[in-house]
């Protein structure tokens, strides 16, 4: 008698502990930091003061007047392009933008001087009101306000610049520092949505948490965050919620330091590049400290310097079948490619890694890094969803996530 | 080979075994449902998690045959374990499959090593007292 009480409330205490495990993991919220859309766009400052040209990337802060003068750039081929498509930088204003440019990474480099890392929180909250700005130009120049040169030293454009002849419309967008070009394929019976991107700063490439918050199941679906932070594109993120370890670092702010064993993480660096690690090779400050920008961890990689780096057998122990996938890429710094394909339906069937690896290669991506996939794989432009986001098949409908990545001023 | 028994803490015996048997087949085509309807993601301890019942009921029918069979505290103990480590598999499988992960997973595999280790000490303390 005395052990079959004693198995009672053994068991009882098992089931209750377990049933709180599972709402843990689940259900129950804990927002660890309100208002997170703070942005360290001083790492791109950092970049035009030390690396004017960068590393091949056409950063906005580099396309200046001055910038483009100097020959010795390596870069300036790449600016040019830039040019011939920022139609709107005119001449005059190129001037103006140069000096503004100026201004700002000399102010960034004061501030940031020995001790960048330690000041990304308070980078945050100065940038925290430069994410409302329409663009990153008008960022940069109320960043650099106390340095900025005088008005007299701006020429004023005597004409109106030419126009740019935009294409916007449900499946394409264009603006001076965006690109975006939406196609669907059908891969082995599988539609594919690929968005290539092209931007003049990688810091258009952005991520939002769910609801504004940093914490643990605090979820939202991609298109009411997307909508919320004003994104053209976005799809969903690595939906860092679900666990308690892995580095978080978004928009150039550390919001988790964890390592987390045996994950890949991918890092979006200041200067446009991929870099794909683990938390075993670099701790997330020394990764910050490098110049991230934005750190996921799902993985795993799919293309690393050019060819495949997953194979049909060794999938991510997540999966071992077809399934909706989403991933990012890179053709090259400034380049990206976005990739959701559907699955689980009787249209699609989904596909496995290294379907999507190679499929990824053959549009040209360097580098590929397998993002939260399954019933969380959702395309977002212009406001609409365009792939179809099931978790069962049984309906088409969007799961709340973590975060999104996004492309947006 | 075992139908000559007699003993009723032998038959005691043969019944936890083929109750632990009954809970691994239960955990079995549990597991086997789950993953089926889980698209392909899968989770090794969804798929094991009928192994600790399968373990202890062998232990238990083997132990039907030996000279000190386990006694009742040995037996909770041992039901205990079973319980914590198969209860922890299940509850690891649901989140592994579904992408998420949780500190607190930890909690089973201790208690079922604690619970084996008193399990064991009591099955040795059974044996001691028993000579």
């Given at each position: 008698m005395k052990y079959k009480i004693l198995a009672a409330v053994y068991g009882t205490l098992l089931t209750a502990f377990s049933a709180y495990v599972v709402l843990d993991a689940f259900v129950l919220g804990k927002a660890e930091q309100s208002n997170a859309s703070g942005m360290n766009l001083s790492l791109f400052a950092e970049q035009t003061a030390e690396e004017p040209v960068g590393s091949g990337i056409?950063?906005?802060?580099?396309?200046?007047?001055?910038?483009?003068?100097?020959?010795?750039?390596?870069?300036?081929?790449?600016?040019?392009?830039?040019?011939?498509?920022?139609?709107?930088?005119?001449?005059?204003?190129?001037?103006?933008?140069?000096?503004?440019?100026?201004?700002?990474?000399?102010?960034?480099?004061?501030d940031n001087d020995g001790n960048a890392a330690a000041n990304t929180q308070a980078n945050a909250q100065n940038t925290q009101s430069a994410k409302n700005s329409q663009t990153a130009k008008s960022t940069q120049s109320s960043a650099s306000a106390s340095t900025a040169p005088p008005p007299t030293e701006t020429v004023p454009p005597e004409t109106e610049p030419p126009q740019p002849e935009y294409l916007n419309d449900d499946r394409n967008y264009q603006d001076e520092n965006i690109t975006i070009a939406i196609s669907e394929y059908n891969v082995l019976d599988t539609a594919v949505y690929v968005a290539d991107v092209t931007l003049s700063s990688p810091q258009y490439l952005k991520t939002a948490f769910a609801n504004d918050t940093y914490g643990k199941n605090i979820t939202a679906k991609t298109s009411e965050t997307a909508a919320a932070?004003?994104?053209?594109?976005?799809?969903?993120?690595?939906?860092?919620?679900?666990?308690?370890?892995?580095?978080?670092?978004?928009?150039?702010?550390?919001?988790?330091?964890?390592?987390?064993?045996?994950?890949?993480?991918?890092?979006?660096?200041?200067?446009?590049?991929?870099?794909?690690?683990?938390?075993?090779?670099?701790?997330?400050?020394?990764?910050?400290?490098?110049?991230?920008?934005?750190?996921?961890?799902?993985?795993?990689?799919?293309?690393?310097n050019g060819g495949i780096a997953v194979d049909e057998n060794s999938e991510v122990a997540r999966a071992m079948a077809s399934n909706p996938r989403t991933a990012i890429g890179m053709i090259e710094p400034g380049h990206y490619l976005f990739v959701v394909s559907d699955g689980r339906t009787s249209e699609s069937d989904g596909l496995s890694l290294n379907e999507l690896a190679n499929f990824m290669q053959s549009l040209g991506c360097q580098t590929a890094y397998n993002l939260d996939g399954g019933g969380s794989s959702t395309m977002y432009f212009q406001g609409s969803i365009l792939n179809n986001p099931t978790t069962s098949g049984n309906s088409i409908k969007e799961r709340s996530v973590s975060d999104i990545v996004y492309i947006g001023y | 080979m075992f139908t000559s028994v007699t003993d009723p803490e032998r038959a005691l015996l043969l019944r936890h075994a083929a109750g632990s048997f009954c809970a691994a087949l239960f955990l079995a085509v549990f597991g086997a449902i789950y993953e089926h309807f889980s698209f392909g993601v899968y989770s090794n301890y969804m798929l094991y998690a009928f192994l600790p019942p399968l373990i202890a009921g062998l232990l238990l029918l083997f132990s039907v045959s030996g000279t000190h069979p386990p006694q009742q505290r040995t037996r909770f103990l041992l039901h205990a374990c079973v319980a914590a480590c198969s209860v922890g598999c299940i509850t690891a499988g649901i989140l592994r499959i579904s992408g998420r992960t949780s500190d607190l997973l930890l909690c089973y595999p201790v208690a079922g090593a604690l619970l084996a280790m008193f399990a064991l000490l009591s099955y040795l303390k059974d044996r001691k007292s028993a000579s």
């Amino acid at each position: 008698m005395k052990y079959k009480i004693l198995a009672a409330v053994y068991g009882t205490l098992l089931t209750a502990f377990s049933a709180y495990v599972v709402l843990d993991a689940f259900v129950l919220g804990k927002a660890e930091q309100s208002n997170a859309s703070g942005m360290n766009l001083s790492l791109f400052a950092e970049q035009t003061a030390e690396e004017p040209v960068g590393s091949g990337i056409p950063l906005q802060t580099t396309v200046t007047g001055e910038s483009a003068a100097d020959g010795s750039s390596p870069a300036q081929t790449t600016d040019a392009k830039q040019s011939e498509t920022a139609a709107p930088a005119s001449g005059t204003t190129s001037v103006s933008g140069a000096k503004t440019a100026a201004a700002a990474g000399t102010a960034s480099a004061q501030d940031n001087d020995g001790n960048a890392a330690a000041n990304t929180q308070a980078n945050a909250q100065n940038t925290q009101s430069a994410k409302n700005s329409q663009t990153a130009k008008s960022t940069q120049s109320s960043a650099s306000a106390s340095t900025a040169p005088p008005p007299t030293e701006t020429v004023p454009p005597e004409t109106e610049p030419p126009q740019p002849e935009y294409l916007n419309d449900d499946r394409n967008y264009q603006d001076e520092n965006i690109t975006i070009a939406i196609s669907e394929y059908n891969v082995l019976d599988t539609a594919v949505y690929v968005a290539d991107v092209t931007l003049s700063s990688p810091q258009y490439l952005k991520t939002a948490f769910a609801n504004d918050t940093y914490g643990k199941n605090i979820t939202a679906k991609t298109s009411e965050t997307a909508a919320a932070n004003g994104a053209i594109f976005a799809v969903n993120g690595d939906f860092y919620g679900a666990h308690n370890r892995g580095y978080v670092i978004r928009n150039g702010i550390l919001y988790r330091d964890v390592a987390r064993d045996g994950t890949d993480f991918l890092c979006i660096m200041a200067d446009g590049s991929f870099f794909i690690t683990t938390s075993a090779e670099y701790s997330a400050q020394e990764l910050l400290d490098m110049g991230a920008w934005q750190c996921f961890m799902f993985g795993p990689r799919l293309i690393e310097n050019g060819g495949i780096a997953v194979d049909e057998n060794s999938e991510v122990a997540r999966a071992m079948a077809s399934n909706p996938r989403t991933a990012i890429g890179m053709i090259e710094p400034g380049h990206y490619l976005f990739v959701v394909s559907d699955g689980r339906t009787s249209e699609s069937d989904g596909l496995s890694l290294n379907e999507l690896a190679n499929f990824m290669q053959s549009l040209g991506c360097q580098t590929a890094y397998n993002l939260d996939g399954g019933g969380s794989s959702t395309m977002y432009f212009q406001g609409s969803i365009l792939n179809n986001p099931t978790t069962s098949g049984n309906s088409i409908k969007e799961r709340s996530v973590s975060d999104i990545v996004y492309i947006g001023y | 080979m075992f139908t000559s028994v007699t003993d009723p803490e032998r038959a005691l015996l043969l019944r936890h075994a083929a109750g632990s048997f009954c809970a691994a087949l239960f955990l079995a085509v549990f597991g086997a449902i789950y993953e089926h309807f889980s698209f392909g993601v899968y989770s090794n301890y969804m798929l094991y998690a009928f192994l600790p019942p399968l373990i202890a009921g062998l232990l238990l029918l083997f132990s039907v045959s030996g000279t000190h069979p386990p006694q009742q505290r040995t037996r909770f103990l041992l039901h205990a374990c079973v319980a914590a480590c198969s209860v922890g598999c299940i509850t690891a499988g649901i989140l592994r499959i579904s992408g998420r992960t949780s500190d607190l997973l930890l909690c089973y595999p201790v208690a079922g090593a604690l619970l084996a280790m008193f399990a064991l000490l009591s099955y040795l303390k059974d044996r001691k007292s028993a000579s």
